[in-house]
């Protein structure tokens, strides 16, 4: 129990890594809050937890919206009297296209779920963690914008990757007065929902073909589970991390020293 007593908030905690992550992190003692656009998948979620003998409470929403964050987060104190753990996961491959055809709304929500949503949730959470006395936050970024920049069209996407791994480092700097550690886990390849909100539209217009031998991750030929992916969310949310901040730890099987 690694976490008895720590409450969690985990935004896009209804599927995939952030499921995983939560899930976890109820498994070793945490209380979990989590959000996502989707109502009932938020729902099923929390049964989970809870079928588990577990504690969770889900609040449905965008976390784009700055008010439904501030209500996530005071939700989750209100029920529990603190917060300890955060881990801003939510995120949408968005629009893959060439960047001349890239629309500027297209390009915006992009951003806004994947780097606004990261600043929300650490911006309404940081009062909390201080009055805890500290605490971990555990952004999830990607391999792309950090180690691969060859998936064409990946553009938007990979900007929002980027930009939450420099948040993620300045943070650490400013919150670690407060005892407060930020890190990142940059996902490669992982078996997830991911998929249904991802659109690629003319990418064969700016590919440069490639060939990829035949097993193109290095380890084991294989995408990774969520839950690979959560050990090392639950790692970092962990006093087993407790000197550990400002870093990324890339769980892609070497996917990204291959292809980067
Ligand atoms: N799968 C991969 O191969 C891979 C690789 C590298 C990095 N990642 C990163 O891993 C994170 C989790 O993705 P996943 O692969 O687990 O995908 P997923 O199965 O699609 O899960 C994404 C979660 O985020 C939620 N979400 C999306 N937009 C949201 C919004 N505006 N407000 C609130 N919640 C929102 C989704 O629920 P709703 O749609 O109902 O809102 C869902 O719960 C993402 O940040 C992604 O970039 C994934």
Not at 83 to 96: E, R, S
Not at 135 to 149: P, Y
Not at 174 to 188: K, S, T
Request: proline fraction near 4%.
């Amino acid at each position: 129990m690694k976490l008895k007593d720590k409450v969690a908030l985990i935004t896009g905690g209804s599927s995939g890594i952030g499921r995983a992550a939560a899930v976890a992190m109820a498994r070793e003692g945490a209380k979990v809050a989590l959000t996502a656009r989707r109502a009932e998948r938020c729902q099923e979620a929390v049964d989970e937890i809870e079928g588990m003998g577990g504690e969770a409470l889900a609040l449905p929403g965008d976390v784009a919206d700055a008010e439904h964050v501030e209500a996530l987060v005071a939700a989750t104190v209100e029920r529990w009297g603190r917060l300890d753990i955060v881990v801003p996961n939510a995120g949408i491959n968005g629009v893959f296209a060439p960047i001349e055809d890239i629309t500027p709304a297209e390009w915006d929500q992009t951003q806004n779920i994947n780097v606004r949503g990261t600043f929300l949730t650490v911006k309404y959470a940081i009062p909390h963690l201080r009055a805890a006395g500290g605490g971990s936050i555990v952004v999830v970024s990607s391999v792309n914008g950090n180690r691969i920049f060859s998936n064409f069209g990946f553009t938007s996407y990979s900007c929002s990757k980027a930009a939450q791994v420099t948040f993620a480092k300045m943070a650490a700097v400013e919150l670690a007065q407060w005892d407060i550690r930020i890190n990142v886990v940059c996902p490669g390849w992982t078996k997830t929902s991911i998929g249904e909100n991802t659109f690629a539209r003319d990418i064969d217009k700016i590919k440069i073909p490639r060939e990829y031998p035949e097993g193109m991750v290095p380890l084991q030929q294989r995408p990774a589970s969520c839950e690979e992916v959560a050990n090392a969310i639950l790692f970092l949310a962990s006093n087993d991390a407790s000197y550990v901040t400002g870093t990324e730890i890339y769980v892609d099987g070497a996917l990204s020293l291959f292809q980067g």
